[in-house]
């Protein structure tokens, strides 16, 4: 019997198994996948409102802290007010969709982020939002978070899907961020420098940058690409 040409790695607490024979793998119990949140429909307005308000100020205050901004600096990268960014995150504001839109650009994230309840599970599955179609819509965009943000975390790891025509813009922070994108199916146009790099399924582009980020989709297939992006620390900015 020849060796195979994938090395698995398993953690050491964990028993050794012969992946060699499917019985023993199908002798293992299936982990239970986590039911979706029930709708709010039987909450009243003024729960409903407070929870919101809650669970977008704790992961709102938890985010600003990772990227080791103040309130002022996010106020200057978001556009959006000292005052405004201060009340959301003591969950006495409910923001509007714009100025959730203006935050998640600036800390690279979806709107959709700040809405997810916060745990410390060990073990997460991260599921794709409700009702998110397979296709996009034209010229439609989706940055989505593939891992659970955590204070002092200067690592994100993301799914891009890009429409055809679609074009989607990160703007530019203080500090160097190193990207990889990968790309599964399409073609993704990066722009980088004032260059196009056109990056094809199975493809990887590796830089690093302080300018804005952006990705495009010039051609007639979805693009979908998985994105790594890590912002160099203060210390190792002065390093």
């Known amino acids: 019997m020849t060796s195979p040409s994938t090395?698995?790695?398993r953690d050491r607490f964990t028993p050794a198994l012969s992946w060699g024979v499917p019985e023993r793998l199908s002798a293992l119990p299936i982990a239970a996948r986590p039911e979706r949140a029930p709708r709010t429909g039987g909450q009243s307005g003024a729960s409903v409102e407070s929870q919101v308000?809650?669970?977008v100020g704790e992961n709102l205050k938890r985010l600003r802290k990772q990227h080791r901004l103040s309130l002022e600096q996010l106020s200057a990268h978001s556009g959006v007010s000292r005052a405004m960014l201060s009340q959301v995150e003591q969950?006495?504001?409910v923001p509007s969709i714009r100025t959730l839109w203006q935050v998640a650009q600036a800390l690279g994230v979806s709107v959709s982020w700040f809405l997810e309840p916060t745990h410390d599970d060990s073990v997460l599955l991260l599921q794709p939002p409700e009702g998110s179609p397979a296709q996009l819509e034209a010229e439609a965009a989706e940055l989505r978070p593939l891992q659970r943000q955590r204070e002092g975390h200067l690592q994100a790891?993301?799914?891009l899907r890009l429409a055809p025509g679609a074009r989607f813009d990160l703007p530019a922070i203080t500090a160097t961020r190193r990207v990889n994108v990968a790309v599964a199916s399409g073609v993704l146009d990066v722009v980088l420098h004032g260059k196009r790099?056109?990056?094809r399924p199975r493809e990887a582009l590796?830089?690093?940058s302080v300018e804005p980020l952006i990705w495009h989709n010039g051609g007639q297939v979805q693009v979908q690409a998985f994105v790594l992006i890590r912002?160099?620390?203060t210390a190792e900015a002065l390093g």
């Open 91 to 93: 969950g006495k504001s």
């Open 7 to 9: 090395a698995w790695v």
């Open 206 to 208: 590796q830089y690093e």
């Open 231 to 233: 912002t160099r620390s």
């Open 197 to 199: 790099h056109l990056v």
């Open 53 to 55: 308000c809650a669970t």
């Open 157 to 159: 790891f993301h799914e």
